[in-house]
């Protein structure tokens, strides 16, 4: 394939079953566009299926009562600052793996993968034994009515107390993306997101022997749905078919791999930690303005995830592109991987805005007929769909600059972007100027734009390039 005429569609029909079963897992030669297509389309299908399960979730729950999505809305926001604990070992893991193999060195990919998946059960141990205890106490800081509290504690109990299930399906996906295995991480999220699907119905609202456990239904069937996927994800690891096969003499602390490991790591999670804790802000913003209004606040953002999801995918293709290119000392190669994602990003998130700007309150209305509910949730689509076109390029250069190892210029973007400038605005806008969560909504378009634009500027001077990891 080296020319647009010769990209038939007999060869994507190929290149897509190559793709989903993990045919191909090194790029750094041959078609720019073809390696942007074969690691693009298992990972926005595995982003997809992220999306689908975060959608299937406040289908059923939207079911239970208003307060049941309104704390799915509260523990997500405090949940947000363990994934920024799992995508920043995430990144961490995709940079060195990517890297590693990119300089055909398996055996320090190997090394790198053991490393972080310790890392990773200690911090969700500390975690979880915290979020068990004093479920009550973190709902009530976030601003929950006590009716909500005594009704969704038990949720938020049983998904910050099993947040291991959530931080090592993250970062065990991140090392198969990293090793080129885009394929692999697709199929784990199909089993984790099947189960639940089948799952949630039965637990949330009770079947045969299974009790009616409302919305802490949803919390069990989310933690034996990523559970099983785990364990999927370590019997490949061990006895299958990645790139990286791990036996049980290679899990061995190594201290100097593992401090490796965490100077990347910090500076993703610092860059999530601020745009998380930026999240719990807003969220916190929006529970002044009651029940009804969050929830059609929370109904908006897991539609947006919907979407965001596989443009996430596409995202993550173009760490990997980068790490694995500079790895055989490829920048440029690495830079022309990054624009041209950034391009076919920005074509399906033109059209996702479009869909949103005319459809938003009947998408909203789908999940939940309540009057006020609709016209926040749809309102929050219509105005964060105006900036999605800035947030390709966004996401996809931010985390090519993470592929890269460079971790610390997108949490410095991330500083100016959501604390000095989105939470300050939303409080201008919301609390000061009387706009409410109009004014937080404009806010949130108007931060990601903001990163956007700084985002592309810093990455056009190359710094990420020299960066060793």
Do not use: H
């Not at 049941?68 to 926001?77: D, F, K, P």
């Not at 692999?184 to 099947?194: F, K, P």
């Not at 806008?429 to 700084?454: C, D, P, S, Y």
């Amino acid at each position: 394939m080296t020319t647009s005429n010769t990209f038939t569609f007999k060869k994507l029909f190929r290149y897509f079953v190559q793709a989903v079963t993990g045919k191909e897992n090194e790029f750094t030669s041959g078609s720019i566009r073809k390696a942007i297509f074969m690691l693009s389309i298992p990972m926005i299908l595995e982003m997809m299926m992220e999306s689908i399960f975060a959608i299937v979730d406040i289908a059923y729950v939207s079911q239970v009562s208003v307060n049941a999505v309104a704390t799915i809305g509260l523990t997500e926001s405090v949940i947000t600052l363990i994934y920024a604990v799992a995508i920043g070992l995430s990144m961490a893991a995709t940079a060195v793996v990517a890297r590693r193999v990119g300089e055909k060195d398996i055996q320090g990919a190997k090394e790198a993968a053991v490393q972080a998946i310790i890392l990773g059960v200690i911090v969700s141990i500390f975690v979880g034994v915290f979020g068990f205890l004093f479920a009550k106490e973190i709902l009530a800081l976030m601003g929950a009515e006590p009716e909500l509290i005594a009704e969704g504690y038990g949720y938020t109990q049983l998904l910050l107390g099993g947040n291991i299930t959530i931080l090592l399906l993250f970062l065990i996906n991140a090392i198969f993306r990293g090793a080129g295995n885009a394929s692999v991480a697709m199929w784990t999220l199909v089993l984790s997101n099947g189960l639940n699907i089948i799952l949630d119905p039965m637990f949330i609202f009770g079947w045969g022997p299974i009790p009616e456990y409302g919305v802490m239904g949803a919390a069990i069937a989310t933690n034996i749905g990523r559970g099983s996927a785990v364990l999927f994800q370590l019997s490949i690891l061990f006895f299958g078919w990645s790139t990286i096969q791990i036996k049980i003499q290679d899990v061995v602390v190594r201290i100097k791999v593992m401090i490796k490991l965490i100077k990347v790591s910090m500076g993703g999670i610092a860059q999530f930690l601020i745009g998380t804790s930026s999240w719990v802000f807003l969220m916190r913003m929006m529970a002044e303005f009651g029940s009804e209004v969050l929830a059609g606040y929370t109904i908006a953002i897991r539609v947006m995830l919907f979407t965001l999801m596989p443009s996430w995918g596409m995202s993550n293709a173009a760490a990997t592109l980068v790490g694995q290119n500079l790895g055989a000392k490829q920048p440029e190669r690495a830079e022309t991987s990054v624009w041209k994602t950034g391009k076919y990003n920005a074509y399906f998130m033109g059209l996702v805005s479009i869909i949103y700007l005319f459809f938003a309150y009947d998408i909203v209305g789908w999940f939940n007929d309540n009057s006020v509910v609709v016209e926040n949730g749809g309102l929050c689509l219509q105005i964060i769909a105006i900036g999605y076109i800035f947030y390709a390029y966004g996401m996809v250069v931010t985390q090519a600059f993470n592929g890269a190892g460079d971790t610390g210029t997108p949490t410095k973007i991330n500083l100016v972007a959501f604390w000095m400038f989105q939470l300050p605005f939303a409080y201008l806008a919301a609390i000061t100027f009387k706009m409410g969560a109009t004014g937080v909504f404009i806010a949130i378009t108007a931060a990601e734009v903001l990163l956007a634009i700084i985002s592309m500027v810093w990455f056009k001077k190359g710094n990420w390039k020299r960066v060793q990891v």
